[in-house]
């Protein structure tokens, strides 16, 4: 067997609500069962409030998940997030993406002024 690489970047929203997968919704791109090695989010402008993001796999567009970064600050500076760095209590270094489930993220709070993207990195047989 050998493994096929992949890599999405994905615009992040600043929304104003704590909408479950309000932040960024993407669907598995593959259609098989994917291991995600690696979230990084490269915030370039910070929210205006004090605002956390939970990041992870979830069985639906519209449900929150922390299993890649749970309560990352995206209020307090220009970062870049990563789940392996920055995963916080539930954050796990690689998590299985199957393949009709989605990578969602989500606000605590208003991200108003937030700009950045998601990078994802995923492994697949």
């Known amino acids: 067997m050998s493994e096929q690489k992949g890599a999405l970047k994905k615009t992040l929203t600043a929304v104003t609500s704590t909408t479950a997968g309000g932040v960024l919704s993407v669907a598995n791109p593959e259609g098989a069962d994917l291991i995600v090695t690696g979230l990084y ?19 639906d567009g519209t449900t929150s998940s922390d299993n890649l970064i749970d309560g990352g600050n995206v209020g307090a500076a220009v970062v870049i997030l990563s789940n392996v760095g920055d995963g916080g209590t539930n954050g796990k270094a690689a998590v299985k993406w199957g393949s009709d489930e989605y990578l969602t993220i989500t606000a605590s709070a208003t991200l108003a002024g937030l700009v950045g993207n998601a990078y994802i990195q995923y492994m697949r047989e």
């Open 41 to 59: 989010l490269d915030i370039t402008t910070e929210a205006t409030g004090a605002a956390t993001v939970d990041a992870g796999i979830a069985a």
